[in-house]
C-alpha cells in the first residue's frame, strides 16, 4: 500500500504484482521460460556443428589437445569405431575413472589435504562414486564437511566432467549412427575431447566467470570464521571452488552441490540473479540440443517438435507445482490469517514461482539440484516435481536428452506407422525389428528398475522403519528415491536413513539406468549406422507434424501414468484427498 | 457342420500350453486362471474373503478368463480354418494324369508325375496339361476356370507358361516342362497358404517385443501394488490383483495378432492373388511409388488395328495387303488383329508373292516385326525404328502418326520397298474403372508411373487421360528396371506389375513383384506375388489388404493401450475400497466392487469376440493421405480407445445390476 501512494505515474504495476501474488508468480515463470528458450536458441546452432562434425572456431584447439590424447592412447585413437568398441570405450573409460576415484575416496583420510575430511562406510563410497559417474549425483554424505579438500578438488570435479560429456559423446555416436552409412560409430575418445573443449570448457568458464561476479565465491581458502550478532559462538562456514563447481554441476545436468543444502545454501545460490543463470545453464543444453536435431537432420519442424513436445510437459508440471504450493493445503491455511502460499521449506530471497522453477527444472533435466526442501512441498506439489523422474527426464541430461527422445520417437513412429498403414520409418530410415525392439527395451527398461526396488524395499519392515512419516509420504519418498536413482537425476526428498541398502541397491540402479539404457541406445544407432537417412517424402509419417508431436506426447505421458498410476494412488494422491478430507461417499 | 466341429477342435487344443507358448500373452492369461483356480480352493492360505457372493464372484471371474483364452483361440482357429479351406481346394487340383512324353523314339504316354524339369511333351485338345510348363510349339485356348475361376478360355501362344492341371480347348501344344514333380505352382501354392500361418514379419516380431516388454511392466506394477498395499495395512485380494493384471496387459492385441496375420493372406488368396510371404502383403502396404505398363494394365491390352491409312499413291488395298503380308506369321496378340482386321475387310487374301519370305519375329531391341527376302522387306513397327532402319522419312506419315497418337491411339507405320506405305491405327481404350482405381491411388499419396513402348505423344495422351504422374514413352524392359532402381535410391517402395522374363530383374528389384500367372517362369520366380487372374490392376487390391493389415494392428494395439487407463479408474478404486478417501478416483460411481470388477473383465473379455470380425475382415479403410488416416486413427482408436470401455463398463455395471446381480 505505502509503494502506491509514494510514487507517480509509472506505479500502477508495483502494487498490483505485490497485491497479486499468483500473478507476479506467474509473471515470473514466463520471464525465466522466455530467457531459457530465448538461450536455448542462441546455442544451439553451435551444437548443430558439434553434432554434425563440422568445423567450430574451437576445433582447432580440439585438434591441438587431441594430438597429445592421440600420443597416450596409441593406435585406438583414430580408430572407427563400431557399437562393440565405442560402448566399450565408454564403459572402460568410465570405469577407470570410476575405481581410481574410489580408491582415493576410500583412503581419503590417508591422503593430503584432508581437511574436514571423514572415512567413508564402503557402501557410501560405492554409491557416491557410482552416483558421480552416472550423471546422478545422489548425495548421501554430508557435503562438504565430510569430504577432504583433496577429494573436493580432484575427484569429484574430475567426476562432474566426466559423467555428462561421456553421455554427450554417447549422443554424437548417436546421431552419426543416423546421419551416415559408414556402419561405425566414430571415435569415442575423439568426442569425449571434442565435447570437453568445445562444449564445456568454454561455457563453464564463462557460467564460472558470471557466478563471481554475481557474489558466489571462487576460492582455497580455508573455512571462513565468524561471530555472529548477539552470539558468542563461532561459526565456521566452509568456502572453496564453489563457483566453478555450480558451474559444471548446473551445465553438466549433474546436480551434486558443494554444500549439502545444494542451491539453497546462500553461498552457493546468492539471489534471484544466480537462480536465473543457474536454471538457464541447467536447461540450456538439453534444449539446444533438441532444437538443434532439426538442423543436424535438416528437417526444421522435427526439432521444434522435440523442443514442443518437452516444453508442454514443462509448462504443464511448472503450473502444476506452482499452483500446488501457492494454494497450500487446508490445514496450512487456517493457520495464519493472511496467505501466501506453501513457504514452508523455501528460501524468501526465491519465493515460490523461483523456488518451484529450479526444481522442476532440475527433475525434468537429469540435474537434481534443489533451491528448497522437497519434504516440505504439498502432496501435488510434489507430484510435479517427481513428474520428471518417472518420465525418466523428459528434457533429459546432457546428451540422453537426444538419445531418451528418440526413443520415443522411434517407438511412436512405430505405433503411428501401423496406424496409418505403413512400415515403420524415421526421416527415411526403415525401421527394422532391431530398432524397434532395443527401443521399447529401452523405453521399459527405466520403469522396471524403479518398480522392482520399490516392490522389494516395501515388503521388508526393517527397512520402511526407517521412514518417519505417514504410509502415503513414505511411499512417494520412496518412489523418489529409486525414480531419481533411475533416470540419473539425484534429486531427493530425504526423510530417512541411508542405509547400506539403499546405497547399494541404488547404486545398481543408477548404472543399469546410466549404462545399460546408453548401451542400448548405441546398439540401435548401429543398426541405423549402415542405412542413410534420406529425408521424409510426401508419403511417408511427417515426425515433424503437430499429429506425430500429439501422439508422442500421449506416449510419453502414458507411459508413466501405466506404469506409476497405482504406487501414485497411494502415494501423492492419497495424501492429497487426505489434506483435502476428498470423502465422496463416507 | 464340419466346419464348425472343426474350428471348435482347433480352439479347445488351443488352451494347451505348448500351443500357447508362442503367444506369452495368452499363456500368461492362462497361467494366471490356473493361479486364481488354485488361490480359490486354498483360499484360506491366500487369505482370501469367502462369503456366498465372493464365492459367485470367484466363479464369474474364471470363467471369464477361460473365455478370454476361448475368443483368443477362436479368432486363430476361424483364421486357420479359412486357410486350411483354401488348401483343400487347391488339394483338389493337384490330379494325376497321362502325359505324351517326346523321347527319341517318338512319344510315350507316361504319368504326369513321373515328369522332370526340361522334358517335352505334346499336349492334344481335350487333355489336361501334366505339369506346369512353356509353350515351345502352337497355339490353343487353354481353361485355368479351376485355378483363377475365370470361365474365359484363354489363348496360350509361344513362350507363355501353363499351369500344370488345366485344360486344353482347341488345338495342340508343344510344352517344355519347367518344374520338378513336387515344386509345380499349386505345390507351391499349397506351400504358400500353409507357410504364411506360422511364419512371422520382422514387423510382427517387434509388435510381439513390444507387448511383452508390456506385459512385464505390467506384471511388476501389480506385484508392486499387492507389496504396496500390504505395507498400507490393506489384506490385498488376490483375484483382484489377477483381474487387474488381465485387464492391463494387451489381450485384445495379444490374442488377435496371429490371426491378423494368417487372414490377411487368406484375403490375398480370395482376391486369386498368392503372396510368397507375408512380409511381401506387409511390403505392400508401404508402397510409394507403382510402376504400370500401360498396355493390358491401364489400356485394354487386345489392341485392335482399327484403321488403314495408305500413304499418298498407295491405293488401299494395297496397303492392306501389305499389312496383312507383314502380320501372317507374327503370333502378337497386334499381328494376329491386324490379320483378322484385314481378312474383314477384303475377305480372303492371297498371299501367294510373299510366300517364300521369311518372317522377322518382333523383338524388344528391333520394335518391329515383317517379312523379309534379301534385300525387300515388308515391315511394321514404331516409326523411329523404321526411320532407322531404312534411313527414311516421311513428314505426311509422321503427321498421320501424330494425329493417331493425339487420339490416344497406337500409330503403327509399315514400310515395304524401302519407303513409307501407310499406317495402322491400332485403338486402345483405357480399361473402365481404371480413372477411378488410379485416383485412388493418388488419394493414398502414391505415385504412378506409366512405362509404356509407344512413343511420347501417345504416352502423355494416355497418362493425362488416365490421371497417371509420370510416364516414361519408348522404353523398352532395361528402362522399366532403370525406374525402379531410379526410384529405390529416393528411398521409395516400389512395386510393379510384369509377366515378361525381360521384367524379371526389375520384378526382382522391387519391393512388391506381382507376376500374372500367364508370365514366364523367370517372371513368376522373380516375383513375390503371382495373380491367378492376370490382372494386373489387382495390385491396387494388394496395397489396400497390405495397408489393412498395418492398420489393423496399430489401431489394435494403440486401442489396447488407451484402455487400460479406464481399467485402472474401475478397478483400484474398487481394491482400495476400504479407503474412503480414494473414492475420489471412482468417477464413474460404481458402488459395488465386485461388480465394478467384473465389469471390467466382462468389457475385457467380450471386447476380444467383438474385434475377431474387425481383425478377420481388416479394419475399414478409406483411402486417404498419410496425415488425415493419421489423424482420424488417432481420433477413433486412441481418443474412442480411452472413452469407449468408461461408458461400456458403466453399461455392463448397470445391466448387470439390473439383471440382478447384487454381490
Redesign the interface.
Known amino acids: 500500500m505505502s509503494i502506491s501512494s509514494s510514487s507517480g505515474s509509472g506505479s500502477f504495476w508495483a502494487p498490483f504484482f505485490l497485491n497479486n501474488r499468483e500473478v507476479s508468480g506467474l509473471a515470473i515463470i514466463v520471464i525465466y521460460l522466455a530467457i531459457m528458450t530465448i538461450f536455448a536458441f542462441i546455442l544451439y546452432p553451435y551444437i548443430s556443428k558439434i553434432y554434425r562434425d563440422e568445423r567450430t572456431f574451437m576445433t582447432p584447439v580440439t585438434d591441438r589437445v587431441y594430438k597429445y590424447v592421440s600420443k597416450v592412447l596409441g593406435p585406438i585413437a583414430g580408430k572407427d569405431m563400431k557399437f562393440k568398441e565405442y560402448f566399450v570405450s565408454l564403459l572402460s573409460f568410465s570405469f577407470f575413472a570410476g575405481i581410481v576415484s574410489f580408491v582415493l575416496l576410500y583412503y581419503q583420510t590417508f591422503l593430503p589435504l584432508i581437511g574436514g575430511g571423514q572415512q567413508f562406510s564402503p557402501s557410501l563410497a560405492v554409491n557416491t562414486v557410482v552416483s558421480f559417474l552416472t550423471n546422478t549425483d545422489i548425495q548421501h554424505y554430508s557435503s562438504p564437511l565430510q569430504l577432504s579438500y583433496f577429494s573436493q578438488t580432484f575427484i569429484f570435479i574430475g567426476l562432474l566432467y566426466i559423467a555428462p560429456i561421456s553421455g554427450f559423446a554417447a549422443s554424437m555416436a548417436f546421431v552419426r549412427g543416423i546421419l551416415t552409412d559408414k556402419g561405425h560409430l566414430g571415435n569415442f575418445f575423439r568426442d569425449f575431447t571434442r565435447g570437453l573443449v568445445e562444449l564445456f570448457i568454454p561455457l563453464t568458464l564463462l557460467l564460472t566467470l558470471i557466478l563471481v561476479l554475481a557474489g558466489v565465491p571462487e576460492t582455497v581458502t580455508h573455512y571462513l570464521n565468524a561471530r555472529l550478532p548477539f552470539s558468542t559462538n563461532l561459526m565456521q562456514i566452509p568456502l572453496g571452488p564453489v563457483a566453478s563447481w555450480d558451474a559444471i554441476e548446473q551445465l553438466g545436468t549433474n546436480g551434486g552441490g558443494f554444500y549439502s543444502a545444494n542451491l539453497a545454501f546462500p553461498l552457493a545460490n546468492p539471489g534471484w540473479f544466480t537462480n536465473l543463470v543457474l536454471f538457464t545453464s541447467e536447461t540450456i543444453i538439453p534444449f539446444a540440443s533438441l532444437l538443434a536435431m532439426g538442423k543436424v537432420f535438416e528437417n526444421k519442424k522435427f526439432g521444434n517438435l522435440l523442443f514442443g513436445v518437452v516444453m508442454i510437459i514443462f509448462v504443464f508440471v511448472v503450473l502444476l507445482t506452482y499452483f500446488s504450493e501457492y494454494s497450500g493445503i487446508p490445514s496450512m491455511q487456517n493457520i495464519a490469517g493472511i496467505f501466501t502460499g506453501n513457504m514452508s521449506g523455501k528460501e524468501t530471497r526465491f519465493g515460490i514461482s523461483q523456488s518451484i522453477l529450479l526444481n522442476v527444472a532440475s527433475t525434468m533435466t537429469s540435474t537434481g539440484a534443489v533451491n528448497s526442501a522437497l519434504i516440505d512441498y504439498t502432496p501435488t506439489g510434489m507430484l510435479g516435481v517427481l513428474t520428471g523422474l518417472l518420465l525418466n527426464d523428459p528434457l533429459g541430461g546432457i546428451g540422453t536428452s537426444v538419445m531418451n527422445i528418440f526413443m520415443f520417437v522411434i517407438?511412436t513412429a512405430?505405433?503411428?506407422?501401423?496406424?496409418?498403414?505403413?512400415?515403420?520409418e524415421i526421416m527415411?530410415i526403415k525401421l527394422?525389428?532391431k530398432e524397434?525392439?532395443y527401443s521399447?527395451?529401452t523405453?521399459?527398461t527405466h520403469?522396471?528398475i524403479i518398480?522392482?526396488p520399490?516392490?522389494?524395499a516395501?515388503?521388508i519392515p526393517s527397512i520402511?522403519s526407517l521412514f518417519i512419516n505417514s504410509?502415503?509420504q513414505n511411499?512417494t519418498t520412496l518412489l523418489y528415491e529409486f525414480g531419481s536413482a533411475a533416470s540419473n537425476n539425484g534429486s531427493e526428498i530425504g526423510g530417512f536413513n541411508f542405509t547400506a541398502f539403499f546405497n547399494y541397491v541404488d547404486a545398481a540402479t543408477m548404472l543399469l539406468g546410466r549404462f545399460l539404457i546408453i548401451g542400448l541406445e548405441l546398439l540401435i544407432a548401429q543398426a541405423f549406422s549402415v542405412k542413410k537417412a534420406?529425408g521424409e517424402?510426401?508419403?511417408?509419417?511427417?515426425i515433424g507434424?503437430v499429429?506425430?508431436g500429439?501422439?508422442m506426447l500421449?506416449v510419453i505421458i502414458?507411459m508413466g501414468?501405466?506404469?506409476?498410476?497405482?504406487?501414485l494412488?497411494?502415494g501423492p494422491?492419497?495424501s492429497f484427498?487426505?489434506d483435502f478430507?476428498?470423502?465422496?461417499?463416507? | 457342420m464340419n466346419n464348425y466341429k472343426e474350428i471348435l477342435k482347433t480352439t479347445l487344443i488351443g488352451f494347451r500350453p505348448d500351443f500357447l507358448y508362442r503367444n506369452p500373452i495368452l499363456l500368461i492369461t492362462e497361467i494366471s486362471m490356473v493361479l486364481s483356480i488354485f488361490a480359490i480352493l486354498f483360499n484360506a492360505a491366500f487369505q482370501l474373503t469367502f462369503s456366498i457372493s465372493y464365492q459367485e464372484f470367484y466363479v464369474a471371474v474364471v470363467l471369464l478368463l477361460f473365455l478370454t483364452i476361448f475368443f483368443a483361440n477362436l479368432g486363430y482357429a476361424i483364421s486357420e480354418g479359412q486357410s486350411r479351406s483354401i488348401v483343400d481346394s487347391l488339394q483338389k487340383f493337384r490330379k494325376e494324369s497321362t502325359a505324351n512324353l517326346i523321347t527319341s523314339e517318338g512319344t510315350t504316354v507316361v504319368l504326369s508325375s513321373t515328369l522332370k524339369k526340361g522334358d517335352f511333351v505334346i499336349v492334344n485338345r481335350g487333355e489336361d496339361i501334366p505339369m506346369d510348363g512353356e509353350v515351345v510349339e502352337g497355339n490353343a485356348y487353354v481353361s485355368e476356370a479351376n485355378i483363377s475361376g475365370e470361365s474365359r478360355p484363354v489363348l496360350k501362344v509361344l513362350g507363355d507358361s501353363v499351369t500344370g492341371s488345366t485344360h486344353l480347348l482347341t488345338d495342340t501344344l508343344k510344352v517344355r516342362i519347367t518344374s520338378d514333380p513336387g515344386e509345380t505352382f499349386i505345390d507351391k501354392m499349397i506351400d504358400l497358404v500353409k507357410k504364411s500361418s506360422r511364419e512371422r514379419t520382422p514387423n510382427e516380431i517387434a509388435l510381439t517385443v513390444l507387448l511383452s516388454g508390456f506385459t512385464l511392466i505390467f506384471l511388476m506394477v501389480v506385484s508392486v501394488l499387492y507389496a504396496e498395499s500390504s505395507y498400507t495395512g490393506l489384506v490385498p485380494n488376490l483375484i483382484f490383483l489377477i483381474v487387474l493384471f488381465i485387464c492391463l496387459i494387451p489381450t485384445t492385441i495379444g490374442s488377435l495378432l496371429t490371426a491378423i496375420g494368417i487372414a490377411s493372406v487368406n484375403r490375398m488368396s480370395s482376391f486369386n492373388v498368392m503372396a510368397k510371404s507375408g512380409r511381401a502383403v506387409e511390403n505392400a502396404g508401404d508402397i510409394d511409388s507403382i510402376i504400370l505398363d500401360k498396355t493390358g494394365t491401364i489400356t485394354m491390352g487386345d489392341r485392335e488395328a482399327k484403321e488403314f491409312y495408305p500413304a499418298s499413291g498407295i491405293s488401299a488395298e494395297k496397303f492392306i495387303r501389305y499389312c496383312y503380308a507383314s502380320s501372317i506369321n507374327d503370333q502378337t496378340r497386334e499381328g494376329m488383329s491386324i490379320v483378322k482386321t484385314c481378312k474383314g475387310r477384303l475377305g480372303d487374301i492371297d498371299a501367294q508373292d510373299f510366300k517364300d519370305y521369311e518372317f522377322i519375329p518382333f523383338s524388344a531391341e528391333n520394335k518391329y516385326s515383317g517379312i523379309t527376302k534379301g534385300q525387300d522387306y515388308v515391315i511394321k513397327g514404331s516409326l523411329r525404328a523404321l526411320e532407322n532402319k531404312f534411313g527414311i522419312k516421311d513428314l505426311s506419315i509422321e503427321g498421320i502418326c501424330k494425329q493417331i497418337s493425339s487420339t490416344g491411339g497406337t500409330a503403327i507405320p509399315v514400310a515395304a520397298g524401302g519407303k513409307f506405305v501407310g499406317v495402322i491405327e491400332m485403338t486402345d481404350m483405357l480399361k473402365p474403372g481404371i480413372k477411378e482405381r488410379l485416383e485412388l491411388l493418388h488419394k493414398m499419396q502414391i505415385k504412378t508411373i506409366m512405362c509404356t513402348g509407344d512413343d511420347e505423344i501417345t504416352a502423355k495422351q494416355i497418362s493425362s487421360e488416365a490421371g497417371i504422374d509420370e510416364y516414361v514413352s519408348n522404353s523398352s524392359p532395361e528402362d522399366k528396371f532403370n525406374v525402379v532402381v531410379n526410384e529405390k535410391n529416393k528411398s521409395r517402395m516400389v512395386a510393379m506389375v510384369g509377366d515378361g522374363t525381360n521384367d524379371a530383374p526389375a520384378l526382382a528389384r522391387a519391393d512388391v513383384g506381382l507376376a500374372m500367372n500367364s508370365g514366364t517362369p523367370a517372371a513368376k520366380d522373380a516375383s513375390n506375388m503371382i495373380d491367378l487372374d492376370n490382372d494386373p490392376t489387382k495390385l491396387i487390391d494388394i496395397i489396400f489388404i497390405g495397408k489393412q493389415i498395418l492398420i489393423t494392428r496399430g489401431a489394435l494395439t494403440t486401442f489396447s493401450f488407451a484402455n487400460d487407463l479406464s481399467k485402472y479408474f474401475v478397478i483400484l478404486p474398487a481394491v482400495f475400497s476400504s479407503f474412503s478417501f480414494l473414492s475420489f478416483l471412482n468417477v464413474l460411481d460404481l458402488t459395488n466392487p465386485l461388480l465394478a470388477i467384473t465389469s471390467a473383465l466382462v468389457f475385457n473379455t467380450f471386447i476380444i469376440l467383438v474385434l475377431i470380425p474387425m481383425a478377420l475382415k481388416g479394419v475399414k479403410f478409406k483411402p486417404s493421405s498419410v496425415s488425415e488416416l493419421l489423424k482420424r486413427n488417432i481420433f477413433v482408436y486412441g481418443i474412442g480407445g480411452l472413452i469407449l470401455p468408461f461408458i461400456a463398463i458403466k453399461l455392463i455395471y448397470v445391466a448387470l445390476a439390473f439383471v440382478g446381480v447384487g454381490w
Not at chain 1, 512405430?414 to 515403420?424: A, D, E, N, Y
Not at chain 1, 517424402?537 to 511427417?542: E, G, L, V, Y
Open positions: 517407438f512405430f505405433l503411428v506407422s501401423l496406424m496409418v498403414g505403413k512400415l515403420p527415411g527394422g525389428s524397434i525392439r521399447t527395451l523405453i521399459i520403469p522396471l518398480l522392482v520399490f516392490g522389494v516395501i515388503l520402511m504410509h502415503a511411499i534420406r517424402s510426401s508419403n511417408a509419417i511427417q507434424s499429429n506425430f500429439m501422439m500421449f502414458f501414468i501405466l506404469s506409476f498410476f497405482p504406487i494412488v497411494l494422491f492419497f484427498a487426505k478430507s476428498l470423502v465422496m461417499f463416507p
